[in-house]
């Protein structure tokens, strides 16, 4: 082969070979910035250091519950009052039997200064902690949401619970006490055999229900025991209230705060609170179930 020849065939096949170890070099980067230039803000996905664990398909996601622990387990959520109880006054206060004696169907319930009513709180609140007992696994019975004009009364309020075979049951109040009297209680039922009132059997399971609320409401709300009822204690026993008296499984009242009380008042106003306390009370529901 001629000499000049030679020189144009290297030539030739030197620029193959720079041509295709470069593409090699490049296969697969894409668009890969220059390194001796500015970085890039938009740097190819296959470069970018992964921070993330892929799910197991068995791990929960971040929309499903946290557990599945009740599973199984009734609680009935007996919202205090009706919102509409003002409106049939003579229904409500129609006496009915709680067995040591005689008392009125329902009453209206107290309010706050600016007029939130108890009703309204309640139900607010017994709404929120349904859906954290469903979420769960509980099946949840409200012994009313609202749909019913006026009650139910105190008496048929106790039977709901009595007929779902509750594992639990918890009714949901606020209090209204003096000014500067604040924080929550938990009302226990008394041993009362009188009449159609027995409360032998749940009195120790009742105990046990409202010493795991009270001290998963305190820390979840964040607020003190009453100041005025308990002994510092958040546990109050009383034998004058039918909803208790006429309860055949375990059952205690939450009052949630004092809403006669302005401080008071403001945490049962916030909707941000009141979730606190729904949680307060389903965490205390979770534990005493689980045992």
């Known amino acids: 082969m001629p000499n000049d020849q030679w020189k144009t065939a290297r030539r030739t096949l030197a620029l193959v070979l720079a041509a295709t170890g470069c593409c090699a070099a490049l296969a697969g980067c894409g668009t890969a910035p220059d390194p001796a230039g500015p970085p890039s803000d938009k740097a190819p996905a296959s470069r970018e250091p992964s921070t993330s664990v892929p799910a197991s398909p068995s791990a929960p996601t971040s929309t499903a519950p946290e557990n599945r622990s009740l599973t199984g387990r009734t609680v009935v959520?007996?919202?205090?009052?009706?919102?509409?109880?003002?409106?049939?006054?003579?229904?409500?206060?129609?006496?009915?039997?709680?067995?040591?004696n005689r008392k009125e169907c329902d009453t209206t319930g107290t309010s706050t200064d600016a007029g939130y009513t108890e009703a309204s709180f309640t139900l607010d609140v017994s709404h929120r902690l349904r859906d954290l007992l469903v979420a769960r696994g509980a099946k949840v019975v409200l012994t009313h949401d609202a749909e019913r004009p006026w009650g139910p009364c105190i008496d048929e309020r106790a039977r709901i619970g009595n007929e779902a075979r509750a594992d639990?049951?918890?009714?949901?109040?606020a209090d209204g006490s003096a000014v500067g009297n604040r924080g929550f209680h938990v009302i226990l039922p008394a041993r009362v055999r009188e009449g159609a009132a027995d409360t032998a059997k749940i009195v120790g399971p009742s105990r046990e229900l409202g010493e795991r609320i009270a001290d998963r409401f305190a820390r979840a709300t964040g607020t003190a025991p009453s100041n005025y009822l308990g002994?510092?204690?958040?546990?109050?026993?009383?034998?004058?209230?039918?909803?208790?008296?006429?309860?055949?499984?375990?059952?205690?009242?939450?009052?949630?705060?004092?809403?006669?009380?302005?401080?008071?008042?403001?945490?049962?106003?916030?909707?941000?609170?009141?979730?606190?306390?729904?949680?307060?009370?389903?965490?205390?529901?979770?534990?005493?179930?689980?045992?």
């Open 168 to 173: 639990a049951v918890v009714s949901v109040h």
């Open 231 to 291: 002994g510092g204690t958040g546990l109050d026993v009383r034998d004058d209230l039918g909803g208790l008296n006429l309860s055949t499984v375990p059952k205690v009242f939450v009052e949630c705060g004092n809403m006669r009380d302005p401080k008071d008042a403001k945490l049962l106003t916030s909707a941000a609170w009141r979730q606190k306390a729904a949680q307060g009370i389903a965490d205390g529901i979770g534990t005493y179930l689980k045992g």
């Open 77 to 100: 959520v007996d919202p205090g009052h009706n919102p509409s109880n003002f409106r049939h006054s003579e229904e409500i206060n129609r006496k009915v039997n709680i067995g040591t």
